[in-house]
């Protein structure tokens, strides 16, 4: 409602609602379109070309439901967005609400070899950083997440973390968890989840150095220093649709738009 409200309040989004039931539950699909000029004032159905859809995106079945109410064809060149929304679904503290929507990422939304995932995600700093610091940002890395996590579940049950659990434990057993405890585990995580084209995972710390000046603290221990131990908590996350049919100028377009994939 906040999304809708904003975007017809500044005038981007013309007003045109459909209110569809799926599964049993209101659904309000919203569609419109974003206008190219003040003049354009009556929306007709077949002149939309924006759509907002609410769902539960741990249930995917209700997910493929809404979107096939909606236009959306899935051999469209695609572009899926994610900003700091797996690592919250770990409401079952095992990952498979995570897991089923890869899946249906790259098996609904995906399926063209045209099309990419890409995701802001928090990822737990493993071996294969190749960082000359790399104990350090793993230990930096535990700690802001078990921090996080115990802040996160202060008032539930077991706002207190055991002796006998260690902090990977901890943050994984949480209902926010990171979407990998290395790089390579999470496209390890997107290959079982059906990624069978380009698939990528790297540290922002670095892959910021492709689009602007590398973060290099100029003294030890000033605050350039906490900002790059930082942003090697969080990863870019690229994945590729169907790799049947790609050709090397395919990889070499990606590599364009992703430069940290090199």
């Not at 569609?31 to 004032?41: A, Q």
Request: some cysteine; hydrophobic content about 35%.
């Amino acid at each position: 409602k906040l999304k809708r409200d904003a975007l017809f309040n500044s005038e981007i989004l013309s007003k045109h609602s459909s209110h569809d039931v799926v599964n049993g539950v209101d659904a309000k699909i919203l569609k419109g379109r974003i206008g190219i000029s003040n003049e354009e004032k009556e929306v007709q159905d077949e002149d939309c070309n924006f759509t907002l859809v609410s769902s539960d995106l741990r249930d995917i079945s209700g997910l493929d439901k809404a979107f096939k109410e909606t236009s959306f064809d899935s051999s469209v060149p695609t572009i899926v967005v994610s900003e700091l929304v797996l690592a919250y679904l770990n409401l079952d503290q095992n990952g498979r609400h995570t897991n089923d929507l890869l899946n249906f990422i790259s098996s609904h939304l995906c399926a063209s070899r045209h099309s990419i995932f890409l995701a802001y995600e928090p990822v737990i700093p493993g071996n294969d950083e190749d960082s000359k610091d790399t104990n350090i940002v793993q230990g930096y890395g535990m700690e802001y997440f078990s921090q996080f996590v115990s802040k996160l579940d202060r008032g539930n049950a077991r706002d207190t973390i055991s002796g006998n659990q260690s902090d990977v434990d901890a943050v994984e057993s949480s209902s926010f968890a990171p979407i990998g405890t290395s790089s390579s585990r999470v496209k390890d995580r997107l290959r079982n989840s059906g990624f069978d084209g380009i698939v990528g995972c790297t540290p922002v710390a670095k892959a910021a150095g492709y689009i602007t000046e590398s973060i290099q603290p100029p003294e030890l221990f000033d605050e350039h220093a906490a900002l790059r131990l930082h942003l090697y908590c969080y990863s870019v996350i690229c994945a590729t649709g169907s790799y049947n049919g790609s050709t090397s100028q395919d990889v070499k377009n990606w590599i364009t738009i992703c430069p940290w994939l090199k």
